[in-house]
């Protein structure tokens, strides 16, 4: 990849980017963003009756926690915390994957970055140039930068 460089791809976990960027990149360079994370979680969560948004705003201080946790026992510490609140949302954290999204886990350098808010703000700024030609994107993308 890239003249023999391996970076990591932070993606939200969409299907198909979840079976395409392992392929192309390896599955141990690709990590999920934590904003898309959270969100199902928190869906998640809702499901399992934390319905009042102080309670919704709690569960996700308490993934927040999970996820930035940056050691092993950090991130111990903070799920015991979930599962000491709600066994099912523990379980939920165990089964999706947290060695691709939490700090403690995912082992590749992510240079302090665990959302993908940048590239997000960049795709709706830039929405308006993706049914243009070839010549009018690459301008409207260079007066975009000036």
Same mark, same amino acid.
């Given at each position: 990849?890239?003249?023999? $460089?391996?970076?990591?791809?932070?993606?939200?976990?969409?299907?198909?980017?979840?079976?395409?960027?392992?392929?192309?990149?390896? $599955?141990?360079?690709?990590?999920?963003?934590?904003?898309?994370?959270?969100?199902?979680?928190?869906?998640? !969560?809702?499901?399992?009756?934390?319905?009042?948004?102080?309670?919704?705003? $709690?569960?996700?201080?308490?993934?927040?926690?999970? !996820?930035?946790?940056?050691? #092993?026992?950090?991130?111990?510490?903070? @799920?015991?915390?979930?599962?000491?609140?709600?066994?099912?949302? #523990?379980?939920?954290?165990?089964?999706?994957?947290?060695?691709?999204? #939490?700090? =403690?886990?995912?082992?590749?350098?992510?240079?302090?970055? $665990?959302?993908?808010?940048?590239?997000? =703000?960049?795709?709706?700024?830039?929405?308006? @140039?993706?049914?243009? =030609?070839?010549?009018?994107?690459? =301008?409207?993308?260079?007066?975009?930068?000036?």
């Amino acid at each position: 990849c890239l003249g023999g $460089l391996k970076p990591v791809i932070m993606t939200d976990r969409h299907k198909s980017l979840l079976h395409a960027v392992p392929r192309v990149f390896g $599955l141990e360079n690709h990590c999920y963003c934590i904003v898309h994370v959270r969100e199902n979680f928190v869906k998640y !969560a809702g499901k399992v009756g934390i319905r009042r948004d102080a309670t919704k705003d $709690l569960v996700k201080e308490m993934f927040n926690r999970v !996820a930035y946790a940056a050691t #092993a026992a950090e991130y111990g510490q903070a @799920l015991d915390e979930i599962r000491h609140y709600k066994q099912e949302l #523990a379980r939920w954290v165990e089964d999706n994957e947290p060695e691709r999204w #939490a700090q =403690s886990k995912f082992t590749k350098e992510r240079w302090g970055k $665990l959302t993908n808010n940048p590239i997000e =703000s960049w795709n709706n700024w830039m929405c308006g @140039l993706r049914q243009m =030609s070839m010549p009018c994107l690459v =301008s409207g993308h260079i007066q975009k930068l000036e």
